[in-house]
């Protein structure tokens, strides 16, 4: 496996209270820049989508954030490329039988389960974007999957170079490359909405601002940029 790129710089702590909070005071700061990288052993306030809490046992998964701040790049792109990279890492330790691939919108899935989460939040005061993501590798939460159901002897920082080299190897249109992975289309799909409001039908494509368009079962076609998406059945 090749060594992390030199043109990452690379920052690991043993423990934070979330590598997306301090790698966004750094920028603010202007103590970081593009393509700076923080790793924890562990978080102690680590949140996902939603302000949802993501936690682990301490040095058990790969906990990190990276700061982009690269010309013409938003926050979807930002998080469909490291959700794109950590799909390619772990697809070269999986095993004959294992799938790896997208959950619109921003989870890896391993054999349908989730493996990891991806957040990209922007900087209110500069240009650039920190993209936080954690992969389940020595450890999961029930009904989960980790790196470790198809390759034990990986480690969250082996992990970690793994997805740095995909990212790099990334084309510049990453469009046909994320459609490809997203197994969330040509599903039956239910999306669950903010008040409890649930709309099921067929997850038809993604627009070029990352939203979900759905066709719905009254025939209607609707976008969504927010909402959980549930996997129900495969649309043949």
Do not use: C
Request: hydrophobic share 45%; no cysteine.
């Amino acid at each position: 496996m090749a060594a992390t790129p030199s043109i990452w710089e690379l920052r690991e702590v043993t423990e934070t209270g979330s590598t997306n909070t301090d790698l966004l005071r750094s920028a603010e700061a202007g103590e970081v820049a593009n393509r700076t990288v923080l790793r924890a052993d562990h978080q102690t306030a680590g949140r996902g989508r939603l302000d949802r809490r993501w936690d682990a046992p301490a040095g058990t998964n790969l906990l990190a954030s990276i700061y982009l701040d690269m010309a013409g790049l938003n926050a979807v792109d930002a998080m469909h490329r490291v959700g794109l990279a950590i799909v390619e890492a772990v697809t070269e330790l999986e095993s004959t039988d294992s799938t790896v691939g997208l959950k619109w919108p921003n989870d890896v899935l391993l054999r349908g389960t989730k493996l990891a989460g991806v957040l990209a939040q922007r900087s209110t005061t500069t240009s650039g974007i920190v993209v936080g993501f954690g992969v389940n590798v020595g450890w999961a939460p029930p009904g989960a999957a980790r790196v470790h159901d198809v390759d034990t002897s990986v480690t969250p920082a082996a992990l970690l170079q793994r997805v740095l080299v995909a990212f790099d190897a990334l084309p510049d249109d990453i469009s046909t490359a994320y459609r490809s992975r997203l197994q969330t289309l040509g599903r039956r799909v239910r999306v669950e909405l903010p008040g409890s409001v649930n709309v099921f039908g067929q997850a038809a494509d993604v627009d070029a601002d990352g939203r979900l368009m759905v066709r719905l079962d009254d025939g209607q076609l609707r976008v969504f940029d927010v909402g959980d998406v549930v996997h129900l059945r495969s649309v043949t």
